[in-house]
C-alpha cells in the first residue's frame, strides 16, 4: 500500500443534462439533474482509496451540508480528510453541463472556503505531506499554495504530480517542482501554446514542457488514451459505452499516483490510470463512478 497525499479542492456537482447549452439569455428544458461529490482534488483522492491507496486529503470546506457529503465521501473511499473548517464561507460547488447526446461536459467551479487555503496551511500540514510517497496538486485552489506544496515534497524526495487544471498561466518555478504533470489536450496548449490532437502533437507539447522544467510530462487525451514522454502512447481501454467523461482526468490522476505509490514504472502507472479512466467514463457522476481495484486489475487482464 503506497501513501498518497493529495492538496485540492471539495465541490458539490450539480449536474445537468440537455440537448445541447442554452445561449446567453436563453432558457431550456433539461434532460435531468444530479447532484454528488466532486472537485478534481476530491476525485483524484478518492480514485486512489477505492484502489487501495493511504490517501490523505487536505482542503479547506465550510460548515454545511455539503461539508458534510464531502465527510461521507471521503469516509466511503477510506480517505483521511485533513481538514480546515471556515464557518465564515462556503463549501465549493460545481455547475455541470452534459450534452446528453455525446457525455461531453462543459464546468464551472465556484470552490468557496478552499479558495482560501493558505501558505500556512501548508506549513501546518508540512508532516503529512513529508510522509507521503506521491504528493498530487492541482489549480483549484490558489497557484502558489499549490507550488508551496511541491515545495515542501520535493524537499522530501517525494514523488511530485501537478495536474494544472483549470488552465493557468505558470513559471518555471512550479515546473521544475513536477516530477509528472498531466494536463489534458486543452491544458496542453494552455500552457505550450501548441495544439495538441494528435500523438505527433503530443510529443512536440511535451518536449515544450520539459524544457520548461518539467521532468516527465503526461498527456491525457480522452479517448485516445495518454501520452506519456519519452515512452509514447498508451491507449485507452474499452471497458463498455461512453456514460459521462465527467472526472475522467481525475480518475487517471489517482490510478496513476496509485501506482507510482506502489512503486510501479511510469509506464505502467499510465496504463493503470488509463485502465481506471477508461471504467470511469462507463458510469454517470464523478467520485461515485471511480472502480475498485478488483475491476482495474480484470480490465488489465483482458
Known sequence: M?????LGVFVADTAYRADR??????????????????????????????????VSFLTRLGDDDFAQMALQTWKAANVTPKVITDASSYTGAAYIF????????AIIIAP????????????????IIAGADVFMTQLEQPIDVAKAGLEVARKSGNITILNPAPAASLGSDIFELCDFITPNETEAEALTGATVKTVKDAKNAAEVLVALGVKTPVITMGEQGAYLHGYGMTPAFNAGPVVETTGAGDAFNGGFATALSEGKSPEEAVRFGCAT?????????TAPAMPSREEVENLLCR
Open 277 to 285: 479512466a477508461s471504467i470511469s467514463v462507463t458510469r454517470a457522476g
Open 2 to 6: 503506497g501513501k498518497v497525499v493529495v
Open 112 to 127: 468557496g472556503a478552499a479558495a482560501q487555503f493558505s501558505l500556512n496551511d501548508i506549513s501546518l500540514n508540512s508532516e
Open 98 to 105: 452534459i450534452d446528453d447526446n455525446t457525455g461531453d461536459n
Open 21 to 54: 447549452m442554452p445561449r446567453m439569455g436563453e432558457t431550456i428544458l433539461g434532460k435531468s439533474f444530479a447532484i454528488g461529490p466532486g472537485g478534481k482534488g476530491s476525485n483524484q483522492a478518492v480514485a486512489a482509496g477505492k484502489l487501495g491507496a493511504e
